[in-house]
């Protein structure tokens, strides 16, 4: 296994307090629109569904102003425009103490309410450890450790419940060592958790995903995997919280004076956060969407946060001097699922092997763009 360790520029900041924007004057729901079920003027609820489309519900309630074209995961797409009424009325969500958990419960409400943690959970029999990660590869980018700050009690007593379900021996959550002062204060807090440990490893990049992280930690009996997002999501259901209409999202670069970490409502527009919250250095900036490794450009205007939207970098633009690969093998020797870079970007052959980890793009003194073309349409 291969792993790297990025070098990551001491100059950019990222706030270590989380800022909240949880009432968006507008937010763009994405749909079909022969699909929708409500009309102009109507007033909207959170949580209520506004499409046929299964998942689209609104995150915040209001008036429906409209249609308007967006532009979502570089796609242009029909969006439901709702404007605020700043009232937060929801329909009412059903809540369960913890107390009240057992199996059979368990695997009922993920059946009614999410299939793909149903997926998870569904044929597992024997758990020896439960893993929750709660690294983040991506420079700049901290969201995985600041909703682990944001939601340490639910996280952790979520845990103790699976554990005290699954009869696991080890539970423990995942952070990178360089993050531990963060979570200094909440490290306090465990103690009411005696089963729970925090194992703390190397900023390795690629420890974010399961088979490295599971090779790293040398896991080898039954283990149940899960990120720290979906753990969340996962306390969220099953206690009947209305915390899955809102995300975390990272907004930094060199372009900005300081960088912050949101809790913002599904849906609401990037350049609403853009004007409330942040400001910037330059004008001359490339923005990155979902990072500087593995991310792809865009543009303030066009983007709406949706669920598939974690972080936005701001880059100040820098004459990049891209010259001929000279042959120096980088490329070859850094893939971690054994491509040849230089050859599949020569010969134009895009593959969806390639997991579009950009350590490729990241080791290249020539400064060669081997990544997109590599990954092509499977991007
Ligand atoms: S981006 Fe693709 S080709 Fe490049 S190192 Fe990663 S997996 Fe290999
Ligand atoms: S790292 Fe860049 S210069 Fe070196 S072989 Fe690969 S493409 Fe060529």
């Given at each position: 296994m291969k792993l790297i360790t990025l070098n990551q520029d001491p100059n950019i900041i990222v706030s270590k307090k989380v800022t909240e924007f949880l009432n968006p004057d507008y937010i763009y729901l994405p749909v079909d629109k022969n699909k929708i079920m409500v009309k102009q003027n109507d007033l909207v609820l959170i949580d209520?569904?506004?499409?046929?489309?299964?998942?689209?519900?609104?995150?915040i309630s209001g008036m429906v102003t409209g249609l308007r074209d967006v532009y979502i995961n570089g796609t242009k797409m029909k969006s439901l425009v709702i404007k605020n009424?700043?009232?937060?009325?929801r329909i009412n969500l059903k809540r369960t103490a913890y107390s009240q958990l057992n199996l059979a419960y368990f695997l009922d409400v993920l059946a009614k309410k999410d299939a793909s943690l149903l997926a998870i959970f569904k044929n597992l029999k024997k758990v020896d450890n439960i893993i929750i990660n709660a690294v983040e590869d991506e420079p700049y980018v901290a969201n995985n450790i600041m909703l682990f700050k944001d939601n340490l009690n639910e996280l952790l007593g979520m845990l103790d419940e699976l554990s005290i379900l699954y009869k696991s021996n080890t539970n423990a959550i995942i952070i990178k060592e360089k993050d531990s002062t963060m979570i200094e204060e909440c490290l306090k807090t465990i103690g009411s958790f005696p089963n729970i440990n925090i194992t703390l490893v190397k900023d390795?990049?690629?420890?974010?995903q399961k088979p490295y992280l599971l090779a790293y930690l040398k896991v080898k009996n039954e283990t149940l995997y899960l990120s720290i997002k979906d753990l969340l999501k996962l306390a969220n259901i099953i206690h009947g919280l209305?915390?899955?209409?809102v995300k975390y999202l990272t907004i930094s670069g060199n372009a900005l004076k300081e960088g912050k970490v949101f809790k913002v409502k599904k849906y609401c527009s990037l350049a609403e956060i853009m004007t409330k919250y942040l400001k910037l250095k330059t004008t001359d900036y490339e923005l990155i969407v979902?990072?500087?490794?593995r991310g792809y450009l865009g543009q303030i205007t066009d983007l709406i946060i949706t669920d598939e939207i974690d972080s936005i970098i701001l880059m100040q633009k820098e004459e990049q001097h891209i010259s001929k690969c000279f042959n120096c093998g980088k490329c070859l020797n850094v893939c971690p699922v054994d491509l040849n870079p230089i050859y599949l970007y020569k010969k134009n052959k895009p593959t969806?092997?390639?997991?579009?980890?950009?350590l490729c793009n990241y080791v290249c003194p020539a400064h060669i763009d081997l990544k997109t073309k590599i990954r092509g349409k499977a991007q």
């Open positions: 209520a569904p506004v499409s046929r489309e299964t998942n689209i519900v609104s995150s009424n700043y009232k937060e009325n390795y990049y690629l420890l974010s209305d915390q899955n209409n979902n990072g500087l490794m969806k092997k390639c997991l579009n980890c950009g």
